[in-house]
């Protein structure tokens, strides 16, 4: 029986055509794992359902996307997948109306997962599995799952993304087989039944020092005060930005301009990315506690951190086979502003990888952006 991980990139628009090239270059194994990641700008039920039917043996699982990550590097428009074969075990479940999950339908969703691959072992060895999340990236809901997962699996380690439209901001899909829903999630349990180290990585230092939020809105992830100061013109003087011109066109402004934050979790450091101004508040890549510390931060050399991190992550398997990528937008609207689309590429890919580009990631019980997550796939055992 084949033990691989295989990787691939499908370039035409036609959805059976697309599932008749994903088959192509996943075969000829019959995958236990399919991992898909779709363009909006495709007919998403439509190659769901092809992509289902072409691996009827097979667990399907997929999103929209902010772009793709697959063999051919970045893409924008195509479909990029990822496929497991061999000794494993994998169960999954579609949350569906995120925005308004109940944190006992979450704890619900943990035991059909732990009971569907074995609920013992589950609890005995939760090192050995791992928790694999696709999200609706506009139904700002994530936090509440991530919070229940933590508390229904505190010892399962945790990696996955946000579903993206490609910066139409209007509606994110996600797919188990051929079910396909809007404003929803798709949770995964795993057991690759081969080394794996789950990672995250970002490329920013701390320059100054903390600023209070003294008012937010966290289930809306607004920001409206920092140290009892406005929150527009606190950032404006903050960031030396116009303060009507960031008023008057905030996406063009902060996309020139990446601001971000960092908030410490234990000793980690995630970030907070700013994405637009709504009224008087700052909306944010995720939620914010009011009375959170925030480390103004800045940018360091997104490749070469890139290709530095994932060296430690593939440094923690002895043959390393390959990788799954969660990759923030903001990320690629910095690499392209710099004119390092090609590098960042090459320094996310140092061994065969799948994945997209995401409007947040997901690791542990965190939601982050402006981070690249994912997983490190040694060979199966």
């Given at each position: ?104 339908r979450c ?83 795993l057991e ?50 116009d303060e ?138």
């Open positions: 029986m084949s033990t691989g991980l295989t990787v691939a990139h499908a370039r035409s628009s036609d959805p059976p055509q697309i599932a008749h090239e994903l088959s192509e270059q996943l075969g000829p194994t019959t995958p236990g794992l399919v991992l898909f990641f779709v363009s909006s700008k495709l007919a998403f039920a439509d190659v769901a359902a092809a992509v289902a039917q072409a691996f009827p043996d097979s667990l399907t699982i997929g999103c929209t996307t902010c772009g793709e990550i697959g063999p051919d590097g970045f893409s924008v428009g195509q479909v990029s997948a990822l496929a497991l074969t061999g000794p494993m075990q994998a169960r999954a479940v579609l949350l569906e109306q995120l925005a308004e999950l109940k944190y006992e704890v619900q969703a943990v035991d059909e997962l732990r009971a569907g691959i074995g609920a013992e072992r589950v609890r005995e060895r939760p090192e050995d599995f791992v928790f694999l999340s696709l999200t609706d990236g506009l139904s700002g809901a994530e936090e509440l799952l991530l919070a229940a997962l933590a508390s229904a699996a505190p010892k399962v380690p945790l990696v996955g993304g946000s579903a993206g439209d490609d910066f139409q901001f209007q509606a994110t899909q996600v797919a188990l087989g051929p079910r396909v829903s809007t404003g929803s999630a798709v949770l995964l349990l690759p039944q081969r080394p794996f180290v789950p990672f995250h990585l970002h490329h920013y230092t701390r320059v100054a020092a903390p600023i209070v939020v003294t008012e937010a809105d966290p289930a809306r992830r607004l920001v409206s005060r920092l140290d009892g100061y406005p929150a527009v013109p606190f950032l404006a003087k903050l960031a030396g930005l009507q011109r960031l008023r008057d066109d905030p996406l063009e402004t902060l996309a020139a301009r990446q601001i971000v934050f960092g908030f410490e979790v234990g000793p980690a450091t995630f970030m907070r990315s700013v994405m637009t101004v709504q009224a008087e508040s700052l909306l944010m890549g995720g939620s914010l506690e009011e009375g959170t510390l925030i480390y103004p931060m800045a940018a360091g050399d997104i490749v070469a951190a890139t290709r530095d991190g994932l060296g430690r992550a593939l440094a923690g398997i002895a043959e390393p086979q390959g990788l799954l990528l969660f990759n923030c937008a903001g990320r690629m609207l910095e690499a392209g502003a710099r004119g390092l689309v090609a590098q960042l590429g090459a320094a996310m890919l140092p061994i065969p990888g799948a994945g997209f580009t995401t409007y947040g990631e997901q690791f542990g019980a965190v939601q982050i952006n402006h981070t690249l997550t994912g997983l490190v796939l040694g060979q199966a055992t």
